[in-house]
């Protein structure tokens, strides 16, 4: 039976935050009237060249100078031949 309960609780959580999404924060739909009366305000447009982000990574650096181990690429494409 807890199991009912919580799943129960879960549903009515779940059609508030729903209901908070289309009426606004209070629940209430006047506040819904009021924001279509705005006109909604256009996010400012970013084109792929101009996105230039800030790495986080903070990690010690370890530039490497040669391999560990020496590498000879030895394969061929002769099959489609």
């Known amino acids: 039976m807890p199991y009912a309960r919580i799943t129960?609780?879960?549903?009515?959580?779940?059609?508030?935050?729903?209901?908070?999404?289309?009426?606004?924060?209070?629940?209430?739909?006047?506040?819904?009237?009021?924001a279509a009366d705005r006109p909604a305000a256009q996010p400012p447009i970013m084109y792929w060249e101009e996105y230039e982000p800030v790495s986080t990574l903070v990690v010690p650096e370890h530039p490497t100078t040669k391999s560990r181990y020496p590498f000879v690429d030895v394969h061929a494409h002769q099959f489609r031949a």
């Open 8 to 34: 129960a609780i879960a549903i009515v959580l779940l059609i508030a935050a729903g209901t908070d999404a289309v009426y606004g924060q209070s629940g209430r739909a006047g506040n819904a009237d009021a």
